[in-house]
């Protein structure tokens, strides 16, 4: 089915682990984005890919890096992970935003 | 900088109830705006949008009209159902913000049958 994979569903860290979320879409969109869910806060944004080889930071951008590998592909890394950390995280894509976006699954992410 | 705000939640209806959810918005020029739905354990997905000034979205029963004048995208329904039920958010994206889309908090709607 065409839309956006993201991988691992769930995953369970301890303090100081890193990890990499893999995000991977199919429609030939051009801009791809990194959001966490936390209650009462929506979504924020932590980074973003506006096309193929540039990436920029979002509103939270602390504590990630992030890697566009390819037209398809954008990863999430945690390079030493932090209770605070922990939450829902959402990788969407889309052509032109101002039409909208298409969205993930989710990653739910537990630092313990 | 862009800013949306929602109406408060949870909000709780009986099933065929009228159901409104407020979004208002911070942002100059035009933005285009956006409703989202989210179901329990899934992503979100695009409910309807609205690109101009007094453009109406709609889809499944849901309908959002885009006023200017009040800076709002209020989410509306007729009869909602109980499959309705989800979270339900707000958005703005401006083509300056390199099209980014800024959320609101999001709207628990929980309707019993």
């Known amino acids: 089915n065409a839309g956006v994979t993201q991988t691992p569903k769930f995953q369970v860290l301890k303090t100081g682990q890193s990890m990499t979320l893999q995000c991977a879409q199919d429609?030939?969109?051009?801009?791809m984005y990194w959001y966490r869910q936390d209650p009462g806060m929506g979504l924020r944004l932590i980074y973003y890919s506006a096309s193929e080889g540039t990436t920029d930071k979002g509103e939270v951008p602390n504590g990630y890096n992030v890697s566009r590998l390819n037209k398809r592909e954008f990863s999430l890394r945690l390079e030493s992970a932090a209770p605070s950390q922990t939450s829902v995280y959402f990788c969407a894509s889309s052509v032109n935003g101002l039409y909208g976006y298409t969205f993930g699954s989710g990653t739910r992410l537990t630092v313990v | 900088g862009n800013s949306v705000t929602q109406m408060e939640g949870p909000v709780t209806l009986s099933e065929e109830a009228f159901l409104t959810i407020n979004c208002t918005y911070t942002?100059?020029?035009?933005?285009?705006l956006f409703w989202y739905v989210q179901y329990p354990g899934e992503g979100l997905q695009l409910l309807l949008k609205?690109?101009?000034?007094?453009d109406k979205g709609s889809n499944k029963g849901f309908e959002a009209t885009y006023r200017k004048e009040t800076t709002s995208f209020h989410l509306e329904k007729g009869s909602v159902q109980v499959s309705d039920s989800a979270v339900y958010f707000c958005?703005?994206?401006?083509?300056?913000?390199?099209?980014?889309?800024?959320f609101g908090e999001g709207t628990q709607l929980t309707v019993n049958p």
């Open positions: 609205a690109t101009k000034a007094d």
């Open positions: 429609m030939n969109h051009n801009s």
């Open positions: 958005a703005l994206s401006k083509e300056t913000s390199g099209s980014r889309l800024t």
């Open positions: 942002a100059t020029g035009y933005p285009s």
